[in-house]
């Protein structure tokens, strides 16, 4: 029985290692982290001179950003999506409204 009880504790320090790796986005928190896991829906929306000019609606995906710069990425439809810029809106989709007639669905 105690050679159960040491791979027991070997496997969840390996778990507990690689939870609280690095990760390319806000952080380190428990939140971020199931959020990764699941996926949440969101609504990004791309402004220039503040006029909406693209728009994602990404279903059960994943928003992030590095750190030390200024572009958020998501996969959309098997591509990586980088936008660089100030004018990005990042909301929930569920409390958000279409800002372009046309947007690309990501699923």
Known sequence: MPKLK???LIISFVILILLSGCTPSKGNSWTQKISNLLGDDYRIT??????????????????????????WFFSCKRHLVVIR???????????????????????
């Open 6 to 8: 040491v791979i027991v």
């Open 85 to 107: 810029g100030e004018e990005i809106v990042i909301e929930p989709l569920a409390y958000s409204q279409q800002q372009v007639k046309n947007p690309i669905i990501c699923n």
């Open 46 to 71: 791309l402004y220039s001179r503040g006029k909406a000019v693209r728009e994602w609606q990404l279903k059960h995906g994943i928003v992030n950003y590095e750190k030390n710069d200024d572009g």
